[in-house]
């Protein structure tokens, strides 16, 4: 799992553990990453915590090998790594800072899938959680290269469902819902000036709410990991689309929740 020294990540490798799964962390952050570590292992399991530029491929590469010596397989790669990126009018945007949100969420995704499915294909089974967020399926005025790393990781995990058809591998995007977690403080902070007041407010109400989103967030996982829905692979999944999906159970449409062009018609 990327990003899984805090927030959302954190949560999501805590949710695993509780499951007995075995867990690979990586951060760039090593302090963060012990504490991480033995918060993970206080569930019973094994966990290796590396370090981590995920928008490195040579240490990505490194990651994936240590991972296999450690535990033999990867069973779930859940990408998670991410960057907010900066905040404010595209032309007044640093393009440095632009660009490296375009690394750490995109291409590191890229890095570790491309390094993580032949395993995969090899042992003839598996599953790819792709974490996608705000600005994925619709437009996110002054987070630019946020919204457009997360559009292309949508694509990126249909078109990777197609190329992967009857190979025993799924890939989902999943949507974990508005957060409070320090990606949010940062977006509040920043965005102060640029926010409406009622973009302001959702924000603040979501501390608030941290707890039943991280429910929703659960429920959805252990959905996708225990029945591992093959009418929901390549698709993005909203957190609050969880019980809807389930009565549908195989009455979903072939073009629910992909990115798709709408035509003009007179």
């Not at 240590?66 to 960057?83: E, P, S, Y």
Request: aromatic share 8%; proline share 2%.
């Amino acid at each position: 799992m990327t990003g899984a020294s805090k927030g959302i990540g954190l949560k999501i490798a805590h949710i695993l553990a509780e499951k007995g799964y075995n867990i690979v962390i990586c951060s760039r952050n090593s302090a963060e990453l012990k504490v991480a570590q033995t918060s993970i292992e206080s569930f019973g399991v094994k966990c290796l915590a590396l370090r981590l530029d995920i928008s490195n491929y040579l240490q990505c590469k490194s990651f994936v090998e240590k991972a296999i010596k450690r535990f033999r397989k990867i069973d779930l790669l859940v990408n998670n790594a991410g960057i907010q990126g900066p905040i404010g009018n595209f032309w007044q945007n640093d393009l440095k800072k632009w660009k490296e949100t375009i690394d750490i969420n995109l291409m590191g995704t890229i890095y570790i899938s491309h390094l993580v499915l032949p395993y995969m294909l090899k042992q003839k089974s598996g599953t790819i959680i792709n974490l996608a967020g705000g600005g994925a399926a619709y437009s996110r005025p002054f987070y630019s290269a946020y919204s457009c790393s997360k559009t292309a990781l949508v694509r990126f995990t249909e078109t990777l469902n197609q190329e992967l058809k009857g190979k025993n591998v799924l890939v989902f995007s999943v949507a974990p819902g508005a957060i409070w977690t320090n990606m949010t403080k940062t977006a509040l902070k920043s965005g102060a000036k640029i926010l409406d007041k009622r973009s302001i407010n959702e924000l603040e109400l979501l501390r608030k709410a941290t707890d039943l989103a991280f429910y929703k967030l659960e429920k959805l996982f252990m959905y996708l990991i225990d029945k591992k829905p093959k009418a929901l692979s390549g698709k993005l999944i909203h957190v609050n689309e969880i019980e809807d999906i389930k009565k549908m159970k195989n009455k979903i449409k072939e073009d629910s929740g992909l990115l798709r062009r709408v035509g003009y018609k007179s």
